[in-house]
């Protein structure tokens, strides 16, 4: 629903006078809200050359300085401290100091009628939480209208439940009347989402992590994993794997951790490997056994096949997918009577074209499509017969190890002008491994007795999934820019690893 218009005017109509010029590197002010209230509201000033630390922005209400509780670069939250009285909003950073508009004091029965629990609510992405209204005087908790003035950052039901979108910040406003209404600000930080498996009692869980939180998509009784995850809008989606009654094990799509997709014949080998949705439209990139049990890249849209992809070989296997309007690209190998492990492959709207000439076993297991620019990551082993990791650009090769050790890339997201990689380069036993991030063939190495599946750019930092041995047990991890990010994991469980992570 609109905002009342009165509310969007003191949004909107809050910004500094431009007369002043601003010092180069300066805090410059561009607006604030609201423009009045009383002692304890908060208040949203954005701009730009703000500090990140709270304490090295001093922001003052007329002559009296205001309480900092959250700062970015480009934002920064004030409590109006007891004592304020009606002024200018100014805030100085290293000496430097930019002045807005006034805020207006008002006495706390302006906003008798109706109150929050809250002036500021924090969330992630994908999270709720319900605000608490106290109402006085002739006011029904029934005539309440609820609004959020940026519906892509938060949104909000008709009970004040309130749920992150995407990063960023938003007004909640619960009103009656422009007399008797009240808002919060509404702060949403990203979601790291992370796919993989657990083995628990011996068998392999698929699992789903969000901030770290574990949830089993799967029980122990089936062998199952989950390979990749694709958040789109509200929703989110993982391909995998599940062993049926047979023991042979199906593709699988789940949604928002309910099954969605069975999308191999039972009576097949199914594989699903990497899961895409593009203008609502789920695509998955994996393989299917035909009657001769040989195995067919495949190409699966909304639980439908939709493309078989080989090209008079004895088998293939799809492993990455990105869909976009110029196309559907999918990577991975096909072997020949030449290669019968395979070499690495890309299928463009099905058509396949080789990445090498045929004469090492190969794969290529991750593709990251930019309208049309392709870029491809996997392996291909050299003449000493070790595996080499390798990028391809538009079918332009880049070497990014040498074939003393066994290499392989299994991720790849390009960000702008920057292409990022994640791999293994070998040991010589598996807790010798090592994780490895490439940017622009620049290696990153994450220690010894790790391994890495996927990579994650968001917001200038860089997300890796994979496992780090605990003696001879990988066990599931998540670093941020190296760092890990802690994971639940199941009591007693025994190996366990992260094959996919998605940030939003």
Known sequence: MLLPIAFCLLVFSCSKDEDPANPENAPDITSFSPTEGPVGETIWITGKNFSSTAADNTVKIGNTVATVTS??????????????????????????????????????????????????VELFTLDSETLEVSITGNVNVEDIVWSSDDESIAIVDDNGKITGV???????????????????????SPSVFAVGYEEVNGTSVAKFWKNGVATSLTDDTKFAGATSVFVDGMDIYVSGIEENDNELPSAKVWKNGELLYTLSDPSNYGNAHS?????????VAGSETDEDEIAIAKIWKNGETYASLMDGGVGSQAYGISV????VYTAG?????????????????????????????????????????????????????????????NGQVIDLTDDVMDSEAYSIFVKEEDVYVAGI???????EDQAVVWKNASPTEYGIGSAASSVYIYDGDVYVGGSVYEGAIPKASVWKNTEPIALELTEGAEESAVLSVFVK
């Open 71 to 120: 700062a970015k670069e480009t934002e920064i939250f004030i409590t109006v401290p007891e004592g304020a009285i009606t002024g200018a909003i100014s805030v100085t950073v290293d000496g430097k100091t930019d002045t807005a508009g006034t805020f207006t004091v008002t006495e706390s029965t302006d906003h008798a009628g109706i109150s929050l629990n809250k002036n500021t």
């Open 166 to 188: 995407a990063e960023g910040s938003a007004h909640v406003t619960a009103f009656i009347s422009e007399e008797v209404s009240t808002n919060c600000i509404v702060k949403v």
């Open 275 to 283: 899961i895409y949705v593009y203008n609502g439209d789920v695509y």
């Open 324 to 327: 976009n309007e110029t196309g």
């Open 333 to 393: 190998f096909e072997e020949s009577e030449q290669q019968e492990n395979g070499t690495p492959k890309l299928w463009r709207d099905m058509v396949q074209e080789d990445l090498t000439e045929g004469l090492y076993h190969g794969r290529a297991q991750a593709l990251y499509a930019n309208g049309s620019d392709i870029y491809i990551a996997g392996y291909e082993e050299g003449e000493n017969e070790n595996s080499v990791a390798k990028i391809w650009i």
């Open 425 to 431: 380069v070998y040991g010589n036993t598996e807790d």
